[in-house]
């Protein structure tokens, strides 16, 4: 349950952006779960509609892994809209070097839009093509499933008999797949996903099937799995992927157990208020889990695999829009993210191409190939975007610039230190020959949770043109680390900012 938040160290927090949202309620064992509380009565249909509902909610005030992203593009009704949340969220360690980061890289951007072949100045489906030929195809074999349906989703040109040949090296006389910590259904349910479009190659399809009566004999009564000792929702989620991905149904009757009970249920019970939770001897595990169900939930929810339906289109493009951005007016030195998408001649959103952008006067703004626009100086610039190879499918938006109607410059030059007193001067002139009040925030945060520890605030009445400097600070705890954010408003009351980008300050320790 949300709470009523009062005090304005928060109420600054969350006007800016820079606090997450609440913590869900923490349950205890003993508490009723979402599937005995919400799930009650209801049809199969709505209880997966009413998980996405709250998964899709928990989500969107986070980053997002490459399997948010999937999930999240897959149970989209407005890929226009989601897909600009989806490129702005998406959080992928570029400079990881192994084939599975290589895949979960290549399918982020495919969920984002984004071109994989070309990304930063790297071609990420090239580079796990080689890292994986490079091992020779001799990787755990989740790692090889993984590069399978990357590869696959990207369309790319690779050896895939010797891939899949790969793969079925590793599944035993009892239909799992083992890479030499025992087989799992998690591990089989992963190899099937990525064996289930290439029935054609000699083995897989035997394969298929002896890792389908595998996890059928795996499937407890409540219709979950046991791993390691105990029921595991990892192999819960997994199970359901891999079915839905080799034509399965996971709600059949095949899958419903003696006592009515389908894998889906037994996924349901791990399931708190938008999240879901799984407590083990080493500790509680959300996010993990909690987007293994997401991705589960999102196949069941459309009823087919995700990794067969969100691909490189290979149609060729037809038109490109600039979304409208929040606000066209920026001020100096202020930043504004431009987003488009790309559309085949039916009007549907087509991924993969790469996009170009270009300001007609880089000294009034500025823009990178992302579409990040920095404004620069007062004026009136056109920013054009053009799909690559297609010089002429093209779209434009007119900004302007406006001046910065208080120019802000930090004057104090002593490094901050935990267990000291931070005390920041700042110069703060008024530019627009108006009389009129500025507030200087000077705020503490915790750098690992972006959450406020505190802050001090100075305010002043400017003349036209006036120039004065104003400090504000406080003591900084001896521990942690920390940030500091320096922010310039009209008044706490009205809240207008000022100040276009904060000013952030490090804190040694």
């Known amino acids: 349950m949300k709470r009523k938040i009062m005090s304005l160290v928060i109420i600054l927090s969350m006007i800016l952006g820079f606090i997450p949202g609440l913590q869900p309620k923490a349950y205890a064992a003993d508490e009723p779960t979402v599937l005995e509380d919400v799930y009650e009565d209801k049809t199969d249909e709505e209880k997966i509609t009413d998980a996405i509902e709250a998964l899709r909610s928990y989500y969107s005030s986070k980053d997002f892994t490459f399997r948010v992203a999937l999930a999240y593009n897959f149970t989209s009704d407005n890929l226009e809209r989601d897909s600009q949340i989806i490129q702005q969220r998406l959080k992928m360690n570029e400079e990881s070097a192994s084939p599975s980061d290589y895949s979960g890289i290549i399918i982020g951007l495919i969920a984002a839009g984004k071109n994989p072949r070309n990304y930063n100045g790297k071609n990420y489906v090239q580079l796990l093509i080689q890292s994986l030929d490079d091992q020779n195809w001799d990787a755990y074999p989740t790692s090889i499933a993984w590069g399978i349906l990357a590869l696959d989703m990207a369309k790319a040109e690779y050896d895939v ?299 002043k009445e400017y003349q036209p043109g006036e120039s004065t400097n104003l400090g504000a600070g406080f003591l900084v705890p001896e521990t942690g680390n920390h940030i500091i954010k320096c922010f310039v408003w009209e008044d706490l009351e009205n809240q207008n900012v000022i100040l276009a980008n904060p000013i952030d300050i490090d804190v040694e320790k």
């Open 161 to 459: 008999e010797k891939a899949v040949d790969a793969l079925l090296s590793y599944q035993i006389d009892n239909g799992g797949f083992d890479g030499g910590w025992g087989d799992s259904v998690d591990d089989t349910a992963m190899c099937i996903m990525a064996l289930a479009k290439h029935k054609d190659i000699k083995g897989a399809k035997d394969a298929i099937a002896k890792a389908k009566k595998y996890i059928k004999d795996k499937q407890e009564d409540n219709g979950g799995f046991v791993s390691w000792g105990a029921e595991n929702p990892y192999s819960a989620a997994a199970a359901i992927q891999g079915l839905i991905a080799i034509g399965e149904d996971p709600l059949s009757e095949e899958w419903t157990t003696e006592s009515g009970k389908t894998i889906l249920d037994a996924l349901l019970e791990f399931m708190i208020d938008d999240h879901f939770e799984y407590v083990s001897e080493w500790g509680t595990d959300i996010d993990s889990i909690t987007e293994q169900a997401f991705c589960a939930l999102a196949d069941l929810y459309r009823g087919k695999s995700m990794f067969h339906e969100i691909v490189m289109k290979d149609v060729e493009p037809h038109e490109v829009r600039i979304q409208q951005p929040p606000y066209t007016t920026i001020k100096e030195n202020g930043k504004l993210k431009l987003r488009a998408n790309v559309y085949n001649p039916d009007g549907e959103i087509i991924l993969g191409h790469s996009l170009l952008w270009e300001s007609s006067d880089p000294a009034v703004a500025e823009i990178d190939s992302e579409g990040l626009v920095t404004a620069k100086s007062a004026g009136k610039v056109t920013i054009t975007v053009t799909v690559e190879g297609h010089d002429s499918i093209k779209d434009t938006i007119e900004l302007t610039v406006e001046p910065e109607e208080f120019k802000v410059t930090r004057i104090d030059t002593g490094k901050i230190k935990n267990g000291s007193e931070a005390r920041l001067e700042f110069n703060i002139r008024e530019n627009m020959e108006q009389t009129r009040s500025a507030t200087l925030i000077v705020a503490l945060y915790d750098k690992n949770t972006n959450k406020m520890i505190n802050y001090a605030f100075a305010t």
